[in-house]
């Protein structure tokens, strides 16, 4: 089942985008849809055009929203080798596919390895490419996995496996290959729910989530993810939907496990709740709603969250 959206990310998407740019005159809403697309991608004019419509739209709540996006656009573009991974349009188009996987071997400590479960929309709210050049400045090496359909990983990742077993067999043997010694994992947003289980399948140092589900089980009474309805459920393996609750509290991958919420999202703050109990959980509040990635790029603190995560797991 695949998922389709104006807001997924891909060469398509990118070639869409600067032909809005080309029209010139576009409503409002099709402005924001623009700066905003244009600001996760790291593109180019999006400060100029962010710029442009601050002198235009003059309404507080407009205003208030583009200042948001002037400040994730300035973290962008301040990445160190962002230009460099821009440039190179053959990682560009493979980052861009929507299903799949990419490893990237890292510079300076290459036996460090962060998987990345990126989003259904292909993206870990910033680009595949953005997040690419974010994680190299850290000198790991990086496996991003790609899912662009409604089942969340739990069908499996292109090329590595048809369900999550066959893809942590395939990723151990990645990880023996390249004569990895430490493993971290991150999720965002529809990549959270598996990336959390998945820490429970390939022995990691650490955990880093943002935004996740944690209860996908059959009888649970927190709410699931937006497009994770009856008909997809029907369709993924069964053996995963579970309460991570109940996995993690007996699982001996005990590793520290970082889980970022925003305040104003009930859901992520039940789903949240749901593993605040857990030995090893922690579990920290933002003041925003689901993007919790984008308060930490305006506040310059996402550099300090990774940093953290990939070289002092407690």
Not at 112 to 133: D, E, G, Q, R, W
Not at 188 to 193: E, H, N, Q
Not at 275 to 295: D, F, M, Y
Request: charged share 20%; proline share 2%.
């Amino acid at each position: 089942m695949l998922f389709e959206s104006r807001y997924q990310h891909s060469s398509a998407q990118l070639d869409r985008l600067n032909k809005l740019f080309e029209i010139g005159e576009i409503s409002s809403t099709e402005s924001l849809f623009l700066a905003t697309e244009a600001t996760q991608h790291g593109h180019p004019k999006a400060l100029s055009y962010l710029e442009i419509l601050q002198m235009q739209l003059k309404k507080k709540e407009v205003q208030d929203y583009l200042s948001s996006l002037k400040l994730q656009i300035q973290f962008i573009n301040s990445i160190p080798g962002w230009g460099t991974v821009k440039a190179n349009q053959e990682i560009l188009k493979k980052l861009y596919e929507l299903n799949g996987y990419n490893f990237i071997k890292g510079s300076t400590f290459p036996n460090k390895l962060v998987i990345v479960f990126t989003t259904m929309y292909n993206n870990f709210y910033m680009s595949n490419p953005v997040f690419v050049a974010f994680l190299l400045q850290f000198g790991v090496s990086i496996l991003i996995l790609k899912d662009a359909t409604r089942f969340n990983y739990l069908n499996g990742v292109k090329g590595l496996g048809s369900n999550l077993s066959e893809v942590a067999e395939k990723i151990k043997f990645i990880i023996a290959k390249e004569n990895i010694q430490d493993v971290l994992i991150t999720g965002f947003s529809s990549g959270g729910y598996s990336s959390l289980l998945f820490s429970c399948l390939v022995p990691c140092k650490g955990y880093l989530g943002f935004s996740i589900r944690s209860d996908f089980s059959d009888h649970s009474s927190l709410k699931s993810a937006k497009f994770f309805t009856s008909e997809v459920r029907e369709k993924v393996d069964q053996r995963w939907l579970v309460n991570l609750k109940e996995m993690l509290a007996t699982n001996q991958i005990q590793c520290r496990r970082d889980i970022y919420v925003g305040q104003n999202t009930s859901v992520d703050i039940e789903h949240a709740d749901n593993l605040r109990q857990i030995n090893n959980v922690h579990i920290h509040e933002l003041s925003c709603g689901h993007i919790t990635l984008a308060p930490l790029m305006e506040n310059n603190e996402l550099t300090r969250v990774f940093h953290d995560f990939i070289f002092e797991p407690k």
